[in-house]
């Protein structure tokens, strides 16, 4: 119906080239066929689409010229490409999707500065071009676009404070504003704004008590709490935010360590473990490792982040005597048990096990070296290269 209802504008504007709003129509049409092969995952067919839409608002503009609806709808037909590059993993293209974009809808905003629309459109844009910064490696730039994104959001709170679309954005856009932060080492910056973005998610998951997906974010919140407060050594602060994100998580997900649900729940669930062998309370953090384990079972990246996890509690125990010796040779036998399974059972990011920092202690050992040879020796050693 919508491809008939295309062809029948197409004619029209054929036939009549000055009108305008048969072309509006077609693009409007265009931007629906675009959102059903999005939503079906057929990237380039969709990318076809709203570029077809993106031409049609260009004619448009040249036809009214100064219009900031026109200017509006091509800066968001380019958010729209970004969004499905940044999927697609794509980030190079993303990010230059969504700079042309943001490109329109600044100088919308500037000659329109009370329009809430046009503002929430800027920040949006920012946000996910500050999601695809940070992806791509770029620390110090994603940080001022999610800086400006959470700026904007901010704004539109104060105006319409019961509007929870714009706090909603403006919590995500501070949670990752906050991971950017800590990643880059600026954790005293960091924690306000995470601590913040937990306070509002959990205003939010208390209204909306039957949103799962808000209940999700909240977990995800709290989880980057908890680990910027491990680096910075709140720990008490960070033993609290894990364990909330973990019961949080675990009541949207369950307990399973399959799929990306359940691999946030262990995520959660190693960070408890982390922050509370780091308070000193060892009979805690053992039966908190004890049941990650349990969660990981045959998950090989799970099982990775158990075995980095025993391996780098080795150094931690820098006595001297039977008792310290044997307890640093069960966890580097632990560590090097569930690497093994990792392995088995499909682990394949051979440059993290070559660089993550927490298997040091492991590494001198013959059966950790056995292992990176089994990696790097060919399946079929005779075969041509």
């Known amino acids: 119906m919508v491809k008939r209802a295309r ?65 509006f709808q ?49 920040a949006d844009i920012d946000f996910h071009v500050g ?30 404070p019961k509007e929870e679309k714009y706090l909603n954005m403006c919590c995500s856009a501070s949670c990752e504003l906050g991971r950017a932060l ?39 919140t709290r989880s980057s709490l908890g680990r910027a407060s491990l680096l910075a050594g709140h720990y008490e602060e960070a033993v609290a935010a894990y364990r909330q994100a973990f019961e949080d998580g675990r009541t949207v997900f369950g307990d399973g360590a399959g799929g990306h649900g359940g691999e946030t729940v262990f995520a959660n669930r190693l960070g408890l473990d982390f922050s509370l062998r780091a308070l000193g309370r060892d009979q805690e953090a053992a039966a908190a490792a004890a049941a990650s384990e349990q969660l990981a079972k045959g998950n090989p990246n799970a099982l990775f982040y158990i075995a980095a996890y025993h ?7 820098v006595g001297s005597g039977p008792a310290a010796d044997a307890r640093r040779r069960r966890l580097a036998d632990q560590a090097m048990e569930a690497l093994s399974r990792a392995v088995k059972l499909g682990f394949k ?32 050693p005779f075969s041509q290269p």
């Open 74 to 122: 091509l800066g968001m037909v380019q958010s729209s490409i970004g969004l499905q590059y940044e999927r697609a993993g794509r980030e190079n293209e993303a990010i230059d999707a969504f700079s042309r974009g943001r490109v329109f809808l600044e100088s919308v905003l500037r000659q329109n500065p009370s329009v809430a629309a046009f503002r929430y459109g800027l």
């Open 311 to 317: 391996a780098s509690g080795i150094p931690l125990f």
């Open 7 to 71: 062809e029948i504008l197409e004619k029209l504007v054929e036939e009549d080239p000055g009108s305008t709003r048969h072309r509006d129509q077609l693009a409007f049409v265009d931007c629906n066929l675009f959102n059903k092969y999005a939503r079906k995952g057929e990237l380039d067919e969709a990318i076809e689409i709203v570029k077809r839409a993106q031409a049609t608002y260009e004619e448009l503009a040249r036809l009214t010229p100064g219009s900031p609806r026109l200017r």
């Open 131 to 160: 999601l695809a910064q940070y992806h791509h490696g770029d620390l110090a730039v994603s940080i001022d676009s999610l800086r400006r994104s959470c700026d904007l959001f901010e704004q539109l709170i104060r105006e319409d």
């Open 182 to 220: 800590c990643d880059a080492g600026r954790l005293q910056d960091a924690i306000p704004i995470l601590r913040q973005s937990c306070d509002r998610r959990a205003e939010l998951a208390r209204r909306n008590q039957e949103n799962i997906f808000m209940q999700a974010e909240l977990a995800i």
């Open 349 to 380: 990011d051979y440059a993290k096990l070559r660089t993550e920092r927490d298997l040091d202690p492991i590494r001198p050992r013959s059966d950790f070296w056995m292992l990176m040879m089994d990696e790097a020796f060919p399946v079929d």
